[in-house]
């Protein structure tokens, strides 16, 4: 939705829904459209607000205020004032209350604002504790000649302390005015005085820091009355109102306000020596919508209300979110839980939904949104099967490449790939049958010569199983980290942010019970696995033939090779003559002449071809009887209702148990929740206002329609607003119908 699409409603009932969102207190969480009044202390701020409220505002030179002042304008039959505090952030109990209570015990129809402000400064606080307040003093002015606007007026920036206020008080109040106009829905309404030099004048570097594009800042010269007539100043300040030395898209504006003979003049007195002084001299060359008071009554008006509409859609959207992340922290903070009975519902809530989610983890099912979207692998960390499977590959893949103390090859060219990435230092195997005949003489028994002793394969066996141990460790650790992980972020899934630590800290201490039983077990394979070979699997037989067959294939086929050349390998079918009884010789040859070797080679058969049964087997029941059902299988079971039941009430406490900031934290999350759904109601509501009522363009507001709709005339700069630019509302030159007639 665009600001083209929202459906505009009435200009004052637009204003006052923000209004009422600010005063609930909707702008600590969610920046609101507003308009505020910066500048220096003698800027003439206080000048500005009387000229378009009419009221008196306090006006003391090096008089500090230490909190925003909101001042909300609204045309009405009757005149009224209300004057009362909106607590900041920071503001809980009773003191926040005894704040939302407050109402000044002076007038200011009768005393001024002054004195009202003096007291709103002692209800915070301010002459005990000399500081900056982020509550905000809330004045709303109605009456016939009201405009509908509302302006946040800042406390003034200086350089220098003196006895009201401090040096330090300089960056307290260059901080605070840094902060609003950092909020990108404010408009900057930057208060520059003609009286001093342009550039020296604190606010407009602000401004342009914080508004670099000069967007959303609209400027406005004071006291150009102070400059020499026909001097180069007051050529300057004449261009600067033009927008041509510093370029503006809202413009800039000029008021002339009371000097201080002139401090004792009404409003009408003082409205009437402004429009006289721009319309003569050098001032009749800027443009009579950007000067005088009647005009930046309504220039602001309408920029407010085209912000606030432009605004408005990702003013709900940020509401929204605000509201869903309130949830989302009020959901991981959990229900209270003060009494023991509260304790043990949420801790065995908390248990029922560990289990079901370890258990989707462990199944591999990942139907729950904990574990995210399947083609993504953003959920990978919690699905505990998908790592666990993949995990064992490796560790299988680990085995089969690095398993043997010694990688034994036929010839120094075979072992292909495998061989190029395995560790395991390579022998060649006449060199390792030589080595175990060698062996075999310094362990002779009873056997015949060319037989071998049964335990040397066991010997040969446990010798090349030796890395087994230290894979099989290097697995443990690696599924123990991915069983950490996967329960460490179901907990803080699932558990309430105070109670994290310990519910982790129970779990992971069940988790190192777990790995030491897992230990043992891995211990026992590995003790079984490397005892005297026994298998009954017939796989024995058939590798220790198929390696024989193989061996045997290589060696006739060498002596061919030999006798015949290699020509007829090339070529399949090429064909020769062989005598019978010189093919018998040949494969003679073939046959192992030497009994020591042939007892040695017979062994080594038996040794390799147990080595491919036992790894195999040793591979499963390490992933099955060890991984499977010492660790992975009982994750679910860690944290089971049924254990919960069985827990002391001490334990119970410390797992469960709500700590004093949660508390606060839950105080404040529901509180911000109720603001945020209430503005967002009233947000939705402004949106639904689908019927407006235009004037006929050529039909102007009359007197007697400001006395009968006072809305009428906001109606009218509705319609004749421009999209090029907030500030050149072509409706002033209906000017007259605009003023606030006083009659």
């Not at 606010?203 to 001097?231: C, E, F, N, Q, Y």
């Not at 443009?287 to 407010?304: D, E, F, M, Q, W």
């Not at 410390?654 to 529901?670: C, D, P, Q």
Request: aromatic share 6%; with cysteine.
């Amino acid at each position: 939705m665009t600001a083209a699409d929202i459906p505009m409603g009435d200009h004052r009932n637009l204003l006052d829904i923000i209004d009422r969102l600010r005063a609930q207190g909707i702008s600590r969480y969610v920046d609101l459209p507003e308009i505020i009044v910066c500048g220096d202390q003698s800027a003439g701020k206080s000048s500005v607000l009387e000229a378009i409220s009419g009221m008196r505002f306090p006006a003391k030179d090096g008089l500090c205020t230490r909190f925003a002042t909101e001042l909300v304008l609204r045309r009405g039959y009757e005149t009224s004032t209300k004057v009362f505090i909106t607590p900041g952030e920071g503001r809980y109990d009773k003191e926040k209350e005894d704040l939302e209570r407050w109402q000044p015990r002076t007038s200011i129809d009768q005393d001024g604002l002054e004195a009202v402000t003096e007291e709103a400064m002692e209800a915070l606080g301010v002459p005990v504790a000399r500081k900056f307040y982020d509550d905000i003093l809330r004045i709303e002015l109605t009456g016939p000649k009201q405009p509908h606007l509302t302006m946040v007026d800042l406390p003034g920036l200086f350089r220098a302390g003196n006895k009201e206020q401090s040096d330090a008080d300089v960056d307290t109040v260059r901080i605070m005015v840094e902060k609003y106009m950092a909020r990108p829905r404010s408009i900057i309404l930057a208060v520059v005085s003609a009286k001093n030099e342009y550039v020296l004048q604190e606010v407009t570097s602000m401004a342009k820091h914080a508004d670099p594009g000069g967007l959303r800042t609209m400027g406005l010269i004071t006291k150009p009355d102070t400059l020499d007539v026909g001097s180069d100043s007051e050529g300057y300040w004449v261009r600067l109102a033009q927008n041509t030395e510093v370029e503006l898209r809202l413009g800039w504006h000029v008021l002339r306000n009371r000097n201080f003979e002139q401090r004792g003049s009404t409003s009408a007195q003082r409205d009437a020596i402004e429009e006289g002084f721009f319309s003569g001299g050098i001032w009749t060359g800027v443009k009579p919508l950007h000067c005088g008071v009647a005009a930046l009554r309504i220039r602001l008006s309408a920029v407010l209300k085209d912000q606030i509409l432009s605004q408005l859609p990702s003013l709900v959207n940020d509401v929204e979110n605000g509201i869903r992340e309130c949830t989302e922290k009020l959901d991981r903070l959990g229900p209270i839980r003060r009494t023991r009975e509260q304790q043990l519902i949420y801790l065995l809530h908390l248990s029922e939904e560990y289990t079901s989610l370890t258990k989707q983890a462990i199944d591999g099912t990942y139907t729950d949104r904990f574990f995210g979207i399947r083609k993504k692998h953003d959920g990978y960390p919690m699905r505990l099967r998908a790592k666990v499977q993949n995990l064992l590959l490796d560790f299988r893949q680990e085995m089969l490449l690095n398993g043997q103390s010694q990688r034994i090859t036929d010839s120094e060219n075979e072992g292909g790939d495998e061989d190029e990435i395995s560790e395991s230092p390579r022998i060649s195997r006449s060199q390792y049958v030589e080595e175990v005949a060698r062996r075999l003489k310094f362990s002779r028994g009873r056997e015949l010569p060319g037989l071998f002793n049964p335990l040397t394969v066991g010997d040969l066996f446990v010798e090349q199983c030796e890395p087994w141990r230290k894979i099989a460790k290097a697995l443990v650790e690696d599924i123990l980290e991915a069983a950490h992980q996967t329960t460490q972020l179901v907990i803080r899934h699932v558990a309430a942010s105070d109670v994290v630590i310990e519910v982790l800290k129970f779990v992971h201490e069940k988790i190192e019970e777990l790995k030491v039983e897992l230990d043992a077990k891995i211990n026992e394979l590995l003790t079984s696995a490397t005892q005297h070979p026994i298998t009954y699997n017939q796989k024995l037989t058939e590798n220790v033939q198929k390696a024989r067959q193989a061996r045997y294939k290589r060696t006739i086929k060498q002596l061919i090779r030999n006798m015949f050349g290699s020509q007829y390998f090339d070529d399949v079918d090429r064909k020769t003559n062989l005598n019978p009884v010189q093919l018998v010789d040949l494969l003679a040859q073939g046959l192992e002449p030497d009994m020591e070797l042939f007892g040695s080679s017979t062994a080594v058969d038996y040794m390799e071809a147990y080595y491919k049964v036992a790894i195999n087997r040793f591979i499963d029941d390490v992933s099955v009887l060890a991984i499977e059902d010492y660790l992975v299988g009982k994750v679910p079971e860690l944290l089971k209702p049924s254990r919960v039941l069985k827990m002391s009430p001490e334990d119970i406490s410390r797992l469960a148990g709500e700590t004093t900031e949660s508390s606060v934290e839950r105080k404040h999350l529901v509180e911000k929740h109720k603001i945020l759904d209430a503005g967002l109601r009233g947000l939705k509501g402004l949106q639904n206002q689908k019927h407006f009522a235009y004037p006929v363009e050529g039909n102007p507001v009359s007197s007697e329609d400001v006395e009968s709709n006072p809305d009428k005339t906001t109606l009218v700069s509705e319609k004749a607003s421009t999209t090029s630019s907030l500030g050149e509302m072509t409706v002033l030159k209906q000017s007259t119908y605009f003023a606030f007639r006083e009659n």
